[in-house]
Every structure is written in structure tokens, then in C-alpha cells.
């Protein structure tokens, strides 16, 4: 016995059949809709009920003459979806405002293939009746892929067009005179109950003519226009490559030959404030000359004018040449005498360039000679093989020296450094990289109590590279600082028993 005939018998012999006059009608007997679109089926029922709490049970099938499946059911105004077959779960929904209005409406969202068939509306109430409907899903063939295959042998290829939809479609062929060609057709079922059917016909190269594929079910079609849609082979030319290749290869030495003797030849020179090239021996001299132009560097020679600019800054301190001879004297007679280690023991004056790295105090009274041993660093690293005590200080291994009077100070260290030898082009990054290199930061008459100051020389220090720093300041003027070093970075300059 089918369902449909006993869903019949269900509805016959209802209790409720006292309301002879209970009829169900459905609004359309087709309803058709795309493939993930959504879909409203709909079935009226008269009479409208009599009061909105009067009992309603609405109940809606799919079925075939073996198979049932529950779609929806509400019992008396309650939703029932116990039984409710999982194809359906989630996307089905009935449109209870509608049933006051004698109407039950079933949405169906994002359709899919096995959604077609047919549907039945059972409505319960004051009586009993069903319609049934039809849903048809389709997929539309759409997109058409063109291919192109030439055949082992003769002159021929295959034209082949490609496309996906629901349900099964045939293929026409048409050539430009519309005349209708034999086609070999296939289709074959994908896992989402699509067909991808493909068809093919063979033609020859020889023929100029356009070919036409149409899908005959929703009419979408793709045109070859032969002989021009052949693809052209790339030209293989195995003498014209390899000339191309060496050509390439040679352009590329010679490029490379000229960028190697080019930065060899600018190692030894430099650029002056004008753009002109000048000697390494020479920048000193052009930066006295240019002095409003000391802080123009070119970037290509930097560190080399940089160093003849700090040489030449130095060099405009006017010292008399009493000055001099008084540090010669002081440098030779007394300095290595006065000159002590942490244990009280004499060291030479070498000792006073700290290791790279490192920091070294050196720690004296007022007038002991602190800030003439400080002139005198500068005078000799400036002045370099030529200076008086250059016997006695090798500061042959220093790029840079970097000297700061501390008693001026009033920002931070790298501000410090812009102002006082005149470095206001540089950027703090710029800075940074020239004192961590082969550098001798030179602090002459620190004391801790500027807070910016000493944050920014605390920083630097943990990052400073292999900088050499020299502190030169009285004893017990930088007991933080002095922390860090410990007992075995401090020289002693003695002198006579004095108060700081």
C-alpha cells in the first residue's frame, strides 16, 4: 500500500471530520527554484480560524511512493521537530503570521538538488485536508569552458566545451551557416548531485569557420572562431637564445667591472662642501677654508670627513705655543709621575686609553691636570704622528675622538655632542653609529645631577659598542656611575692635597 494512499485514510477517518467543509488548496502545483536560492511553497486552508488560540496542527511531507520524509510539523501552535528528517534541519522554517490569514507557508533555504519532489500540505483544525505540490531545483549551465585539442595525427583538433547544471542537458552544435553538426556528448555525476556533461567535435585547421556549442536546457552556449583561437607554438630558436644569453651575461660583467673600479677610486677621495672631488689630505685643509660647510658631509666618504672635520673643529682652539710647550713639559716630567692605578702604583701614560670596549675613570683634585691631560689627548690625536708626545700616546687605532666639557652641559649626551663640536646635520641614529665604533668618547669635568645627561650617557653605555670612554672628574662627583666600573677602571692623578 503506498503513503500516499495512507496518509488518505490518516485524514479520512480523523476525529475531526465533523467540519465537512475543512478544505485545503495549494497555491501553485509547480514551483521551481535555483540551485542554493531560497523557495516559499504555500497552501491556503478555509475555513480561517475561528479565534487565534483554536487548535491547529500543521504537518508537511516529502514523499515518494517508498519514501517519506518528515519536513516540518507544529502540534497546536508548537513546534515539533523531533522527527524531522536531518536533510532539512536548519533550513526550513513555517511563516506562522501567515496562519491566522487560513495560509501555510513552508521557506525552504539554500536549496539543493535532492530538495525536488513532491511536497504534501496537511492542515488540521476545525477538520482535515491535504494538497500536494511540486518542487523542481535546477542549476543552471551557466559557465562554459572552452578546450582545444589537436589530434595525434592529420590536421584536425577537437573543440570541446564543458559546463556543470541540473538537470542532464544535450549539446548542440551549429557551424557559421547554422548547419547542425554531429557531436559526441558525455555526462557524468559530481558529489553534489550536478552532471558536468561534456561534448566534443572534431573539425579540420584547413576550414576557416566559427563552431557553436548551446546548451540546450537553459540555452547558454560558447563560439571557436577557427582557424584564430589555435594557439601559436613559441618559435624555438636554440642559436638566438644562447646570443641573447651571453649578451645578457656580458652586460652584467661589465656593469660589475665599472661599480668595482668606481668605489675603488672614490676610497681616496672625498667631496667638499661645493661637490668638488678633493684628496683625503686635502678635506682637513677644505673644511678651514669652507668653515660655514664643516657640517656638509658627503655620504659616500662620511667617516673620512667626518674625522678631517672633528681634526679641524679641534685644531681652531688657539693655544699658545707657551701652552704647548707647558703641555709637552707637564706630558713628559710630571704626568708620568703623578699618573697612579687603584693600588697607588705608577703607570704610563698609555694607560690612560681604555681598552675598546670600556670605560675608565680618571679621578683627580681641582688643578691636578685633568682637563690638560684631556687638550692633550686632542691636541695628539689631531695633530697625529707630528705631535710632540705622539712617542707617548698611540692613538693611531681611535677613527674617532669625541670630547665633551662636561661643565657646559644642560641636555642629553647626544644632544651634548651635536652643540658642542658643531654636528647639527647629524641625526641621533647617526651619532649612535659613529660612538659605537672604533671611537674614544672623551667626558672632561663629569658630574653626576643632570638627570638627562646622565640617563643618556647610563644608555649608551649598555650599548656603546667597542667605544672607548674616558671619564675624567673629581673623586666622589659620580658615585653611580662609578659603581658600574668598579675599582679596576679608575686612575688616580695626585697632586697636592686639595677640596674638590
Known amino acids: 500500500m503506498d503513503w500516499a494512499l495512507i496518509l488518505v485514510l490518516q485524514v479520512m477517518f480523523q476525529p475531526s471530520l465533523s467540519g465537512l467543509f475543512f478544505t485545503v488548496d495549494a497555491e501553485y502545483a509547480l514551483y521551481e527554484s535555483k540551485l542554493g536560492e531560497d523557495v516559499v511553497m504555500s497552501c491556503?486552508?478555509?475555513?480561517?480560524?475561528?479565534?487565534?488560540?483554536?487548535?491547529?496542527?500543521?504537518?508537511?511531507?516529502w514523499f515518494t511512493y517508498t519514501l517519506v520524509r518528515d519536513v516540518y510539523r507544529m502540534d497546536n501552535w508548537k513546534e515539533d521537530l523531533a522527527s524531522q528528517d536531518p536533510d532539512y534541519q536548519g533550513r526550513v522554517r513555517l511563516l506562522t503570521e501567515q496562519l491566522q490569514e487560513g495560509w501555510s507557508?513552508?521557506?525552504?533555504?539554500?536549496?539543493?538538488?535532492?530538495?525536488?519532489?513532491?511536497?504534501?500540505?496537511?492542515?488540521?483544525?476545525?477538520?482535515?485536508?491535504?494538497?500536494?505540490?511540486?518542487?523542481?531545483?535546477?542549476?543552471?549551465?551557466k559557465t562554459v569552458t572552452k578546450h582545444i585539442e589537436k589530434v595525434a595525427e592529420g590536421d584536425d583538433v577537437l573543440l570541446i566545451c564543458q559546463s556543470e547544471g541540473y538537470p542532464e542537458s544535450s549539446v548542440?552544435?551549429?557551424?557559421?551557416?547554422?548547419?547542425?553538426?554531429?557531436?559526441s556528448t558525455t555526462s557524468a555525476s559530481t558529489p553534489d548531485q550536478l552532471?558536468?556533461?561534456?561534448?566534443?567535435?572534431?573539425?579540420?585547421?584547413?576550414?576557416?569557420?566559427?563552431?557553436?556549442?548551446?546548451?540546450?536546457?537553459?540555452?547558454?552556449s560558447a563560439t571557436f572562431h577557427m582557424p584564430d583561437e589555435i594557439p601559436v607554438p613559441p618559435v624555438k630558436n636554440n642559436a638566438v637564445i644562447v646570443v641573447l644569453g651571453i649578451g645578457v651575461v656580458m652586460v652584467v660583467i661589465i656593469v660589475a667591472v665599472l661599480l668595482y673600479r668606481r668605489r675603488k677610486g672614490s676610497r681616496n677621495l672625498l667631496v667638499d662642501g661645493r661637490g668638488r672631488s678633493v684628496s683625503t689630505a686635502a678635506c682637513t685643509a677644505k673644511n678651514k677654508e669652507y668653515k660655514e660647510e664643516r657640517t656638509v658631509f658627503n655620504e659616500g666618504c662620511m667617516e673620512e670627513t667626518l674625522r678631517a672635520f672633528l681634526k679641524a673643529h679641534y685644531s681652531d682652539y688657539s693655544f699658545s705655543m707657551e701652552m704647548r710647550h707647558h703641555w709637552d713639559a707637564f706630558g713628559v716630567e710630571e704626568l708620568s709621575h703623578r699618573l697612579q692605578n687603584n693600588k697607588g702604583q705608577?703607570?704610563?701614560?698609555?694607560?690612560?686609553?681604555?681598552?675598546?670596549?670600556?670605560?675608565?675613570?680618571?679621578?683627580?683634585?681641582?688643578?691636578?691636570?685633568?682637563?690638560?691631560?684631556?687638550?692633550?689627548?686632542?691636541?695628539?690625536?689631531?695633530?697625529?704622528?707630528?705631535?710632540a708626545l705622539s712617542n707617548l700616546f698611540d692613538l693611531s687605532s681611535l677613527r674617532f675622538l669625541f670630547y665633551v666639557d662636561c661643565s657646559k652641559v644642560k641636555g642629553d649626551l647626544f644632544q651634548e655632542v651635536t652643540i658642542q663640536l658643531s654636528l647639527k646635520d647629524k641625526t641621533e641614529h647617526e651619532l649612535r653609529t659613529l660612538l659605537t665604533s672604533e671611537a674614544l668618547l672623551l667626558l672632561d669635568g663629569y658630574r653626576e645631577g643632570n638627570p638627562f645627561f646622565d640617563e643618556s650617557l647610563r644608555k649608551f653605555l649598555m650599548e656603546r659598542g667597542r667605544c672607548r670612554v674616558l671619564v675624567m672628574a673629581c673623586p666622589g662627583h659620580c658615585p653611580s656611575l662609578n659603581n658600574t666600573v668598579g675599582t679596576e677602571g679608575v686612575l688616580q692623578l695626585q697632586t697636592q692635597s686639595m677640596k674638590c
Open 44 to 61: 491556503r486552508f478555509r475555513p480561517k480560524l475561528s479565534h487565534p488560540l483554536a487548535y491547529l496542527k500543521v504537518t508537511w511531507h
Open 105 to 141: 507557508k513552508l521557506q525552504i533555504s539554500r536549496l539543493r538538488i535532492n530538495d525536488s519532489g513532491t511536497y504534501q500540505c496537511l492542515v488540521e483544525g476545525e477538520g482535515a485536508d491535504y494538497k500536494t505540490m511540486t518542487l523542481s531545483v535546477v542549476a543552471p549551465y
Open 172 to 183: 548542440m552544435w551549429q557551424d557559421g551557416t547554422l548547419r547542425t553538426l554531429n557531436a
Open 195 to 220: 552532471f558536468t556533461v561534456n561534448s566534443r567535435i572534431r573539425v579540420s585547421l584547413s576550414v576557416e569557420n566559427n563552431y557553436t556549442c548551446v546548451f540546450e536546457k537553459d540555452g547558454y
Open 346 to 387: 705608577p703607570v704610563n701614560l698609555q694607560a690612560l686609553l681604555p681598552e675598546a670596549g670600556k670605560t675608565l675613570f680618571l679621578e683627580g683634585p681641582p688643578g691636578s691636570g685633568k682637563t690638560t691631560i684631556a687638550h692633550i689627548l686632542v691636541s695628539s690625536w689631531t695633530e697625529g704622528p707630528t705631535h
